[in-house]
């Protein structure tokens, strides 16, 4: 299984277009090469099909960044086969309007996610006269990709609901996590950019992974203000009930955190607590990272 990690920003990503807070103003002045583009992961286990969770508002350069994603010489196709959405938040969906022309893709989110792309952000809406997408539940069970080379199940984490949707009604999970499974050779992933609190779920569902990319949005709960990392529905990576220890303890598992907020000074690869992360297999992942599974 190949992964391709395209953006590793929360919202906004970094520097943020209207912020010159210390860490925004490091990245400006350090350059494009610091900047970090909105939370996105490709994933492939064949040369001609490409899946991505979620789809931000940087996804045209973020494709057009990454090798695998180019059409062959020649054609006008595309090996991106479908996008997973973790959930209905706008730097996670509104990507999928810059994707509207040419390929049928298969889009999933879970059924909640669905109901609101249909309600108060009327996405389904919107791209249907383009026929680009074909949209699915995605429920308990794994799901086949690439013609079952490889499979998807979702992860139930949350239900934190974009603040468009904070009037409306439907059951959840909101925010779930995916587990990407190689059917032939084993290899395996999970992907939770959006981790609210640690799921009952997601122990189980590190079974024989080798590699965990996670919400890393916030180093501490205080860093926007008391109380307000898991108010924004983050977990912090520090703390008593932070997910730095939780990862510390997983045996045998890469583990790498990604929507990294401009707030968070594991950012700044020269911050102490980018170095008290130390060489171990706790890492900050960047934009363009490659993995191999
Ligand atoms: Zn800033």
Known sequence: MKLRILGTAAGGGLPQWNCA????????ATGPHAWRTQEC?????????????NASPDIRAQILAAPGL????????TPL?????????????????ALREGAALDLYAPPAVLAALGGPFPLRALLAPYGSGCWH????????????????????VSDKRPRYAAGFDAPGPWVVAYRFDDTVTGGAVVYAPSLA???????????GVGCLILDGTFWSEDEMGRGSALAMGHLPVDGPGGTLRRLRAL?????????????NPLA??????????????VEVSSDGMEIEL
């Open 41 to 53: 992961l490709a994933v492939s286990v064949s040369p001609d099909a490409w899946y991505l969770v």
């Open 197 to 207: 609190r640690w799921p009952d779920g997601l122990d189980g569902a590190l079974s």
């Open 268 to 281: 700044d690869p020269s911050s102490a607590e980018r170095a008290a992360l130390g060489g171990g297999p």
């Open 81 to 97: 086969r479908g996008v997973l959405l973790t959930d209905g938040e706008l730097d996670h969906t509104a990507g999928l309007l």
């Open 137 to 156: 539940a995605v429920g308990a069970g794994p799901l086949p990709l690439d013609g079952g080379r490889l499979t998807v199940t979702a992860v139930p």
């Open 21 to 28: 807070c210390s860490g925004c103003a490091r990245a400006r």
């Open 251 to 263: 045996d045998g598992v890469r583990s790498l955190y990604t929507h990294l907020n401009n707030t």
């Open 70 to 77: 180019t059409p062959p010489t020649g054609t006008r196709h």
